[in-house]
């Protein structure tokens, strides 16, 4: 199935295994974490910070025993993805207990370095049950149908929690007690599984079944249903949670990945008609996302004396937080990003490292994702397996939406959709969902890299009794 | 698949691409706007990050930076005798300031140009950043004798050395400590919205802020008036007033204070001895609105005076009819004067009949000591001739002699004074302002000149003259600037 053409494709023969990098980049993920956190404590009180040498080597330790299994459970995937992973969730820990130490400025505020660094341990966790548990990414092609079902019910069942006052409208939380997770992130990959499956099998007829209409191929409406039901979906999750950017991740998601599933143009013209009209009518009805739009165009409006109603100061004490920074910015713990309130260290995590890390700082996080979102579709490019491919691509540009959207809001280049950043951001259900992603995503670069060919383990899906 | 994995790939990057773009311009091209938009709370912070200058009196620095560590502020300025020295420095709280923090604030804040090269230098050397200094005029001897002297009077007193017009003293009460508003804390607010709320006006400034009527002080500047314009030869030629006068043009009557003042035709010395209101109303009625207020305005009435805390205007009014000029040459009616105005009047008695620039500020300088600018004396204007100052002398240390000012007298040290009693309110029903303005001068050639005026100083009318109340503080200040 998959095409290989030999100048461009990466070629997995004789590759060779790459873990000694592997080990060596994770030491440098690891070491500059601890460095960093050294200099929160110089920086904040003058002396290094208690308890330096323990964290340190729990989290080597952390790092250790994911690379010894990646080592022994899937030896020829791709180097870089859990170094990457690893120096982001560092550092993400680091700001995040830097802006704990300043916890007293903010206003409904918890220390959550402790929260952030066991969320990150069942992250590696989690990582680690996938590299051992499943022995191949292809399995998940079984499970395309109760994929579907489970992401529709972790989407829907944040609208039958009552909403807080303190999270702005935003419904995308469940809630039992003092825990609670943000089921929008397991659904990212779960639907990408459902996608991967069904568009693996539908591809060819949404491909060729198609009619010609004006240049464009419009395809026939039993296989047009199934992107209508996900766009209204995605809608109704967008009117009834408040949630901009899983709606926009979700939708971008699916044309991305029907776009390669079908290799047609059109898809990607139709989802951006829709995604287009959907939000504008979303935009034109609904008070929290007109509240949005006006804080993008005007982030400093609520600084005014007669503030817009509902109006959020936070995207202007963002913007000025990175304005501050300029480009070589204040040094780690010595910026006051803790004026952007409690989001500094969720939402806005970027803001404050674009505050004490400076332009030079941030260019180095962007790059850090566009080379994990890169290396993702470089799997997928070297995937031998039609879902595998699919699936990395669905991954990996889930990542890269997410990243551009939540970034994008941060910086003021694109209106706020409330998401947070991939392993930096505080946020359990995040952290963990992220670490599994790289996992799936290691284990098809391990079965794209690996030489010689494996036979792929019957699925339900391949049998085509999906029609 | 590939080919669109690979258009997918080129997509992404040009989302991060994007964002990069936009962080460069955030953080690049915008970031100077953003860092120092006026809601960007970082400077203030960062104005508190390092130690603030001192304001600086008699060598010693009355304000301090105390290093409190904050978590929003690393350091808060605390003031030695806070009340004393709240009119000379002003406050400095967040978001306001007043005074010589305000004006000062970038030598103080180490903001200012001028310490540009000396803040590098220390930034390379990793020397901490300072806020320079700010020298004043002000001998703290002199302030401590007229702050313990007003002893809880409201009112206010300025002494300046009429050779410089350096201000040597500034007081205001009542006052308020700065240190207890230049936290950041619910004191601090509580401090300042109950010093706001305060009916007695402690922020206010009332040495330079407040014009008041100047009353029979006012009356140097009518006779200084009448010896220029030739009216009089000496102090001792008669004058040809009806006791009671009536106001031109009107069946007005004016008055003398007591039935005991001899003041019917009296001579320029006896009417300032005695103080007579119908004296110096027909001097002013005689020469005229333009002849009063040029000489009022060579006095520095009708102008703004910067030391640098800027004085409010001293007012001689130009005043629609006689009668009015009249009663505005008492002293009354729509004359108003500053405390700083009315130690001019002295100061430049004093000194020849030249008005020097008074002065607050003698040195800005670094915190390495460098000088940054120094104060030149400057001639406000020649009051009146040598001549004419020479007959204001004797007639200022007759009514301490013989007149209304004998409680300002001093062993050793000649002495003119005049005593003022302003009325005021609607139908003067107000309490009137007691007055007295000064100098003072040592055979070796010290000297100072004083203003007091004390609101409220008794319960009754009868209580208040400008004699009683406000003389003894202008001889205690006299006393501590001579060193008698």
């Known amino acids: 199935m998959p ?90 820990v680091v700001m995040i207990w830097r802006l704990d130490k300043a916890g007293r400025l903010l206003s409904g505020n918890f ?134 950017g899983t709606s926009f991740l979700f939708f971008g998601l699916f044309v991305v990945m029907l776009y390669v599933a079908t290799e047609r143009t059109s898809w990607i013209l139709f989802g951006l008609l829709m995604s287009v009209g959907g939000a504008a009518a979303v935009a034109t009805t609904t008070s929290h996302v007109k509240v949005r739009i006006d804080a993008w165009l005007d982030p400093m409006a ?19 937080a990175l304005g501050s920074g300029g480009v070589t910015g204040s040094g780690l713990g010595q910026g006051r990003s803790w004026l952007i309130n409690f989001a500094a260290k969720s939402d806005f995590i970027l803001g404050s490292f674009g505050e004490e890390l400076g332009l030079t700082g ?8 566009a080379l994990l979102v890169q290396r993702g579709l470089r799997t997928a490019l070297a995937a031998r397996d039609p879902f595998g491919k699919l699936f990395a691509v669905g991954l990996s540009s889930a990542m890269a939406l997410q990243v551009f959207v ?34 799936i995503l290691l284990k098809i670069s391990d079965s794209a890299r690996r030489p010689g060919v494996v036979p792929a383990p019957a699925t339900e899906g391949q049998g085509g009794s999906a029609r | 698949m590939n080919k669109p994995i690979r258009r997918i790939s080129i997509f992404c990057l040009v989302l991060i691409l994007a964002l990069m773009v936009r962080a460069n311009w955030v953080q690049g091209v915008q970031a100077d706007a953003l860092a120092t938009n006026k809601n960007n709370k970082r400077q203030l912070y960062d104005r508190y990050a390092h130690p603030r200058g001192n304001i600086i009196a008699g060598g010693q620095p009355v304000t301090s930076s105390d290093f409190v560590n904050g978590v929003r502020f690393k350091y808060k300025t605390s003031w030695v005798d806070g009340p004393m020295w709240a009119p000379v420095t002003g406050f400095s709280t967040l978001g306001q300031s007043s005074g010589l923090e305000a004006l000062e604030d970038g030598v103080l804040s180490g903001s200012d140009d001028r310490l540009f090269f000396r803040n590098t230098l220390d930034m390379l050397t990793g020397e901490p950043k300072k806020g320079g200094d700010v020298v004043t005029t002000i001998n703290p001897k002199v302030q401590k004798a007229a702050w313990d002297a007003m002893n809880g009077k409201k009112g206010a007193v300025v002494a300046l050395d009429p050779k410089t017009g350096a201000i040597l003293a500034l007081v205001s009460a009542p006052s308020y400590d700065p240190g207890t508003i230049s936290g950041y804390d619910n004191d ?25 009527p100047p009353g029979s002080t006012f009356k140097l500047v009518t006779a200084t008036a009448a010896f220029e314009n030739g009216m009089f030869q000496s102090i001792d030629d008669a004058t040809s007033t009806p006791d009671p006068y009536t106001l031109p043009g009107t069946q007005t009557t004016l008055k003398n204070e007591s039935p005991n003042e001899r003041c019917e035709n009296a001579t320029v010395k006896a009417g300032m001895d005695q103080s007579c209101n119908t004296v110096f109303a027909k001097i002013g009625a005689d020469l005229g609105k333009d002849k009063m207020r040029a000489q009022a305005e060579k006095f520095g ?6 030391t640098p805390v800027r004085a409010e205007k001293s007012v001689f009014p ?72 020479q007959k204001m002398q004797d007639l200022m240390v007759s009514v301490v002699q013989d007149g209304t000012g004998k409680n300002a007298q001093i062993p050793g040290v000649q002495v003119g004074g005049k005593t003022g009693t302003a009325q005021h309110g609607e139908n003067n029903s107000g309490l009137p302002y007691a007055w007295f303005t000064s100098w003072a001068k040592t055979p070796d050639g010290q000297s100072v000149a004083v203003a007091v005026v004390v609101e409220d100083g008794s319960d009754n009318r009868d209580g208040i003259s400008g004699g009683r109340l406000a003389a003894p503080i202008a001889k205690a200040v006299m006393q501590a600037a001579l060193g008698k």
Do not use: C
């Open chain 1, 302 to 320: 609520a600084f005014s004396p007669h503030p817009p109603k509902g109006a959020t100061e936070q995207i202007g004490q963002s913007l000025m």
């Open chain 2, 318 to 389: 130009n005043s629609a009819s006689l009668d009015g000029t009249a009663q505005d040459s008492i002293g009354q009616h729509d004359t108003r004067a500053t405390p700083l105005q009315v130690a001019m009047v002295s100061a430049a008695i004093a000194n020849n009949g030249s008005l020097m620039q008074p002065y607050l500020v003698d040195q800005e300088r670094s915190a390495s000591l460098t000088t940054l600018s120094k104060h030149t004396e400057k001639q406000f204007s020649q009051a009146m001739s040598p001549a004419t100052a």
């Open chain 1, 111 to 244: 220390p959550a370095a402790r929260n952030q660094l066991m969320w990150s341990a069942l992250g590696i966790t989690l990582f680690i049950g996938v590299m051992v548990f499943l022995k191949d990414h292809r399995v998940l092609q079984r499970y395309t149908y109760i994929s579907m079902v489970a992401a529709l019910v972790l989407l829907a069942a944040p609208a039958f929690f009552p909403a807080r006052a303190e999270d702005f409208g935003a419904k995308i939380w469940i809630r039992m007690g003092s825990f609670s997770i943000q089921p929008g992130e397991f659904a990212k990959i779960v639907l990408t599984v459902f996608f991967a499956g069904y568009l693996m099998v539908k591809r060819d007829a949404l491909a060729l079944a198609s009619r010609r209409f004006m240049g464009l191929y419009l395809p026939r409406g039993r296989d047009l249903g199934p992107i209508i039901v996900i766009w209204l979906l995605s809608l109704l999750i967008l009117v009834f949670e408040n949630d901009l």
């Open chain 2, 188 to 212: 601090a607010t509580k401090a300042w919205n109950d010093l706001n709320a305060d009916p007695n006006k402690p922020l206010d400034n009332r040495a330079l802020k407040y014009t008041y």
């Open chain 1, 406 to 439: 939540v970034a994008g809001g941060v910086t003021g280049l694109i209106p706020l959709t409330g998401m947070t950043m991939p392993f930096l951001a505080q946020g359990g259900s995040s952290v963990v969902a992220n670490w599994a992603l790289v996992a």
């Open chain 1, 3 to 92: 095409r290989r053409r030999g100048n461009t494709t990466i070629s997995p023969q004789g590759t060779p295994n790459r873990r000694n990098t592997e080990l060596a980049l994770l030491v440098f993920a690891v070491l500059l974490p601890i460095l960093a956190y050294a200099n929160v404590g110089l920086a904040m009180d003058s002396r290094l910070p208690a308890g330096m040498l323990g964290y340190g080597l729990g989290m080597g330790s952390l790092a250790l025993v994911a690379h010894l299994l990646v080592r022994r459970f899937a030896p020829y995937a791709d180097p870089l993805m859990l170094p990457i992973a690893t120096l982001l969730n560092g550092l993400g």
């Open chain 2, 301 to 306: 009435f009708n102008s703004t005076i910067d």
């Open chain 1, 362 to 369: 941030l260019m180095a996080i962007f790059l850090l994702y």
